[in-house]
């Protein structure tokens, strides 16, 4: 059966999943790219990114071939598609990763700003949704049919979707850095009164550790 | 050199290191004791408690045992030492340990209300300081000598600690757990800002995860 799940997000040591003032210049806030150090070192990430059979292949890059399995639409925040804030000025602005993006299948776009869908190419169509998070999920319920949504990101999505208790599981990276700031994945929701449970860990590479957190 | 060290001290996935609602039944608060599994298995805490050679050897329990090593002197919070609030009724509380705590050198105990020292078998010896965390680290000085001194917590009392920038380092166990609610370690505070980074991790076996934070 379909599943909403979370893969292969990073949280720092203090709690953060995003560092201090996103811009273009730095899409995941001041110091974030540190805590995916784990994540640029795996084959599966140099493979997306054109760097043939490098990378290392270790549990962490495990974790990263299996997000990307039978996930049928993803679900994402305006900020992680890119830095445009307010209404778009224009259609320019085609999200961080090129001509083909490594997701090919339907992405949904969090946004209160309306806008055409967008084709690229290897099948990856990005919707633009007005609707919040329930019309979000499902539209990708219904483009993913029995397979799986993943949401990409970023925290405040994730965190409307935590708080409304919607995520059948969530895998969390826990990267060995501190980022001192920015925005802070757990703070003020109760996951364990929202029914998640921490069912798996295992020890990770440059991943300081890899948590599953599932609903009982 | 003697060094400042906060080790083996548990925090929940979510990032508390005690749960809600402290009290006799519960020192470590609701659901407390669950950050601690990882602990309470090992050879070094089943023979501190008596019960012999029993226990797991393993990566968790070389980090346990190598805490109680070079140790001349202790400094904790109040709450660590009893669940008595205010000023001391009487002096009836000798702490959670019994008879022969599990520390062998001289305890300094932070509180508001001065009271004589308390002295236990096997060398332990509770010092209670109204003077503050300074105090209480010149005298934990005086009295460990060249050996470390070790900061068994509370919560409040890591976090004075820590916002002072006093540490040489901790070493923290990522529990397998979620508590939801309870004592925070690092909110509100910017270890990065104050000069800590990660230097080591390491797979646990009942923990997800030791980590190690020095100062650069």
């Known amino acids: 059966m379909s599943k909403l799940r979370v893969l292969c997000f990073s949280t720092s040591l203090d709690g953060f999943s995003a560092g201090p003032n996103q811009s273009l210049e730095h899409?995941?806030?001041?110091?974030?790219?540190?805590?995916?150090?784990?994540?640029?070192h795996t084959r599966t990430f140099q493979?997306?990114?054109g760097c043939g059979d490098g990378g290392e292949q270790c549990i962490d890059d495990e974790f990263a071939a299996r997000?990307?399995?039978?996930?049928?639409?993803?679900?994402?925040?305006?900020?992680?598609?890119?830095?445009?804030r307010g209404p778009w000025?224009?259609?320019?602005?085609?999200?961080?990763?090129g001509e083909e993006p490594p997701y090919h299948v339907p992405v949904f776009v969090l946004t209160h700003h309306a806008r055409a869908p967008l084709t690229m190419k290897?099948?990856?169509?990005?919707?633009?949704?007005?609707?919040?998070?329930?019309?979000?999920?499902?539209?990708?319920?219904?483009?993913?049919?029995?397979?799986?949504?993943?949401?990409?990101?970023?925290?405040?999505t994730i965190r409307q979707y935590l708080q409304a208790g919607l995520f059948d599981d969530l895998h969390l990276v826990v990267a060995p850095v501190l980022?001192?700031?920015?925005?802070?994945?757990?703070?003020?929701?109760?996951?364990?009164?929202l029914g998640y449970e921490c069912t798996e860990?295992?020890?990770?590479?440059?991943?300081?550790?890899?948590?599953?957190?599932?609903?009982?």
Chains 1, 2 share one sequence.
């Open 47 to 49: 493979a997306m990114h």
């Open 122 to 156: 290897g099948g990856t169509v990005f919707h633009f949704v007005t609707g919040g998070i329930d019309e979000a999920l499902q539209r990708a319920r219904e483009a993913a049919g029995d397979r799986d949504i993943r949401i990409g990101g970023g925290v405040s």
């Open 67 to 84: 997000s990307f399995e039978n996930v049928g639409a993803w679900i994402m925040g305006r900020n992680m598609f890119g830095p445009v």
């Open 201 to 216: 860990h295992a020890a990770g590479h440059r991943a300081a550790a890899h948590v599953i957190l599932q609903k009982k």
């Open 27 to 40: 899409p995941l806030g001041v110091g974030g790219p540190e805590m995916f150090e784990w994540f640029f």
């Open 179 to 193: 980022l001192g700031a920015g925005e802070h994945l757990m703070q003020g929701l109760d996951l364990r009164a």
């Open 89 to 97: 000025p224009d259609e320019s602005w085609q999200g961080w990763w």
